[in-house]
């Protein structure tokens, strides 16, 4: 696939909870975007700790740490053209309370603080995976 790109998404605790992890991966993949890997997690605080680290010292840390940590994620390694730009189209504004309409943060204003999470560069994926302990060899290059 000509100029193919990936990027990391988590389906956060509440949306997993709320039974929102199909809804995630079928708009993806209507949009033609392929799912190159998927796992659940249960993160740790030391992942966290690495995951947000330009967060850790900051007063609302602890808060993140403890939303991320009250249910189980789930990871996903989407893959095709664009597909960065078209996941923070599909994703909608990071506050939910202002997300249009139609897209994932937007689906009728639910408590989803935050379905979709990463939309990052190859490099930044090989180090969240690490991370999240998704273990997909050769299929993520830098």
Known sequence: MANSEKTLVLVKPDGVSEGHIGEVITRLERKGYQIAALKVIKATA?????????????????????????????????????????????????????????????????????????????????VKMRITKLQFGSRISR
């Open 46 to 126: 030391e992942q966290l700790q690495q995951h947000y680290s330009e967060k850790v010292g900051k007063p609302y840390f602890k808060e993140i740490e403890t939303y991320m940590m009250e249910g189980p994620l789930v990871a996903i390694i989407v893959s095709g053209t664009g597909v960065v730009k078209a996941v923070h189209r599909l994703a909608g504004s990071t506050r939910p309370a202002e997300a249009q309409p139609g897209t994932i943060r937007g689906i009728s204003l639910m408590n989803i603080q935050t379905v979709f999470y990463e939309m990052l560069s190859i490099p930044q994926i090989a």
